[in-house]
């Protein structure tokens, strides 16, 4: 299969994880359709979310959201390394839910166990509002233009 075709398709099983997991960790209640998780414009989250990430996401994501060199080509040992979270990288292509569940259970969880990753859950490490609070500090540092674009992405999820 091509690469092309392998993100296609690991996209498409993240977007469908994304939803049952997020069934999984909100409740019934919870749809990946629900919209906007994320409290990018509250700024003690924000703040608390700059806390968290650089204590738990800096030292692979970079300081400044900037992620590891060539992010998107495998090293020697097949792992893909950490992508940016700036507006360069591709986090603002994903709804909230995706990258709510991603950040809780971890890429493989969502992609399978044979999916080659360094990015580890953090349930058990940070609780739902503190991933929310990181989730937040990174969204509030993209252009306004990404925040609308990402925004749409959310809403069409309904």
């Known amino acids: 299969m091509s690469r092309p075709a ?4 690991t996209f498409a099983i993240l977007a469908i994880a994304a939803g049952g997991l997020g ?3 909100f409740g019934p209640g919870f749809s990946a359709s629900a919209g906007t998780l994320i409290p990018y414009s509250d700024q003690p989250a924000v703040d608390r979310g700059k806390t968290l990430y650089d204590d ?3 030292s692979c994501h970079g300081a400044n959201l900037e992620g590891q060199a060539d992010w998107r080509r ?3 040992d097949g792992y893909l390394p950490a992508p940016p979270h700036d507006a360069t990288g591709h986090t603002w292509h994903h709804p909230d839910s995706q990258l709510f569940a991603i950040t809780k259970h971890g890429t493989q969880a969502l992609v399978g166990a ?7 859950g953090f349930g058990d490490s940070l609780d739902d509002a503190e991933i929310l609070a990181v989730l937040a500090y ?4 993209w252009p306004d233009q990404i925040i609308a674009r990402h925004n749409q992405i959310n809403a069409a999820q309904d």
Request: a positive charge; one cysteine or more.
């Open 74 to 76: 495998r090293d020697s």
């Open 138 to 141: 990174i969204k509030s540092t």
């Open 114 to 120: 044979d999916y080659k990753t360094r990015m580890i």
């Open 56 to 58: 738990n996401c800096a």
């Open 23 to 25: 069934w999984m960790v």
């Open 6 to 9: 392998r993100l296609i398709v």
